[in-house]
């Protein structure tokens, strides 16, 4: 590739990954959906299917909860597709690298939320003179750090690293490049170990069972297993509602006296300039306030029409400039309670500024729990782990299976969370917590989940041993006996051990993923494989 031709991929992979953090986590910088347009745009479709779904499922239980930053699967995908095409379509070596560019991108991503305090603190003096212009400047100088820090690491791996993966490719011994072949259908193996860990393995194993079941023996591939995981769901439900009168419709309902709120200064207008600020909480995450500063940025539409007074504005964007960390979606409830209470104070009702603070710091936690488990966990990977199926199967229909989905959700669910929290105020994780919905959903959910990690496991985790001894004139293939036993026995007891490992060690999830490549190579090297 040109210098040119560099300089573009990079700008455009730049822009594509700052998503993540900079406009509104629309995942479509997730492996399973920028491996493929990589490979699209650099002419290799096949290899970006291939590699974004191997990557995808690679990472699909590493997911950041809370403040922590793991290995990061956006940089690897895309890089590693881009590495795999430039060495001639060669997906094993893009898989491999997939685990030191996650890595080195931690560290790149950890400097942005270093750099993040800077602006942060540069925006505090703005916010103390009530100049809501230049606070807002700051808030969207984050762009710039994220694209920064995303771009010149990207270019000069490209520029400078596709020839010295070639040449490392090149001088690799046959056992070695046999090895991470191995490896990379081990390593599969590690994302559905950490999904069984999130997904509450211990209470619905008898469903991730069944998933492997129906895939073993009756040939089931994943998107089978989901839809027979939902009728399931459904059919419990059903049952449940006809057996003790209760369901989904007796969970969430509204009554007036809940909703009947006063008097309503913020119109759909303003509501929704705040709903689309929204997408731009986490520009300048960083380590000390985390999203304080994303949350003020969205807050001030609303902030400059119920404060007229200049002093009464200024406090108010200092109020919403504090601590503030919590899922994306779901922190728009917390904004749209936050607008309620404003908007209570601002026409004279008894509400403190420290009750607005105290409320906010109280919604934070139960309102992350159920992004983390519900949107991050659960929601996600179900639709990552259909659409990886589709990817690896060469079908360019998988990127969209997962990404139609989670637009959807982060669009609908963004603006409904505002949009109650503002009409219901405190009132909404009320009911949320007081209604039985939110559990349900999440059952209902890891039952489907825990089917399809069962049948993932049969199409996507390669792990068959090549042990063949002559006993007089017969032979002996020791992977025939195992199947004899059962059928993807083996790659059922490595997600099993990868499991306990990630269960008994806070650093597991390295330990499998380092254990895949030791067994892949050394495996090859001894002759087991």
Request: include cysteine; charged fraction near 15%.
């Amino acid at each position: 590739m040109s210098t040119i031709q560099v300089l573009i991929l990079s700008v455009f992979i730049a822009f594509l990954i700052l998503e993540n953090y900079g406009y509104g986590y629309w995942m479509i910088s997730r492996p399973i959906f920028a491996g493929p347009l990589i490979g699209l745009l650099m002419g290799d479709l096949p290899t970006g299917l291939l590699v974004g779904g191997s990557v995808e499922l690679m990472y699909m239980g590493v997911i950041p909860v809370g403040g922590s930053v793991p290995p990061n699967a956006q940089i690897a995908g895309i890089l590693s597709t881009v590495f795999a095409i430039l060495n001639g379509g060669n997906a094993e070596v893009g898989i491999a690298l997939a685990l030191p560019i996650g890595l080195l991108a931690q560290l790149l991503i950890m400097f942005a939320w270093n750099l993040n305090i800077i602006l942060i603190h540069s925006a505090d003096k703005y916010v103390q003179s009530g100049d809501d212009k230049k606070v807002e400047r700051m808030q969207l100088c984050g762009l710039i750090v994220f694209f920064l820090v995303f771009f010149i690491p990207t270019f000069l791996a490209i520029q400078f690293g596709s020839e010295f993966v070639n040449s490392v490719v090149a001088s690799m011994p046959q056992v070695l490049t046999d090895g991470l072949k191995i490896a990379s259908g081990i390593l599969p193996a590690v994302g559905m170990a950490m999904l069984l860990k999130m997904m509450n393995f211990k209470k619905y194993w008898a469903f991730f069972a069944l998933g492997f079941v129906c895939s073993v023996y009756l040939g089931l591939n994943v998107l089978a297993a989901s839809i027979i995981a939902m009728s399931l769901v459904f059919a419990m439900y059903t049952m449940r509602k006809e057996n003790a009168g209760d369901g989904f419709d007796d969970d969430f309902e509204t009554g007036e006296e809940e909703t009947a709120s006063g008097e309503r200064r913020l119109s759909q207008k303003i509501l929704k300039k705040v709903f689309w600020r929204s997408f731009f909480t986490m520009t300048t995450i960083n380590y000390e306030r985390y999203c304080s500063l994303g949350f003020c940025y969205s807050m001030i539409p609303a902030l400059r029409t119920l404060y007229p007074d200049q002093q009464e504005f200024r406090e108010a964007m200092m109020r919403h400039n504090e601590f503030f960390n919590c899922h994306p979606y779901t922190g728009n409830a917390v904004i749209g309670v936050s607008l309620a209470l404003e908007e209570q104070r601002a026409v004279g009702k008894p509400i403190s500024a420290e009750a607005i603070s105290s409320t906010k710091a109280a919604l934070m936690g139960p309102l992350s729990s159920i992004g983390d488990s519900v949107f991050k966990a659960t929601f996600m990977t179900i639709f990552a782990a259909i659409g990886a199926a589709l990817a690896l199967d060469g079908n360019p229909a998988g990127p969209f299976v997962f990404l139609i989905p989670n637009v959807l959700l982060n669009v609908c669910s963004r603006w409904l969370f505002i949009r109650y929290g503002y009409e219901l105020g405190t009132n909404l994780v009320v009911k949320m917590k007081g209604s039985s919905i939110i559990d349900k959903f999440v059952e209902g959910a890891t039952i489907v989940g825990m089917m399809v990690v069962g049948a993932m496991i049969v199409g996507f985790v390669n792990l068959n041993v090549g042990c063949v001894w002559m006993i007089g004139e017969k032979e002996i293939i020791l992977q025939d006996i195992i199947n004899s036993l059962m059928p993807s026995l083996l790659p059922l007891l490595l997600v099993l051990s990868y499991y306990w490992i990630l269960v008994r060690n806070k650093k597991g999830m390295y330990v499998c993923i380092i254990a895949s490549f030791a067994l892949g190579i050394v495996g090859k090297a001894v002759g087991i494989f």
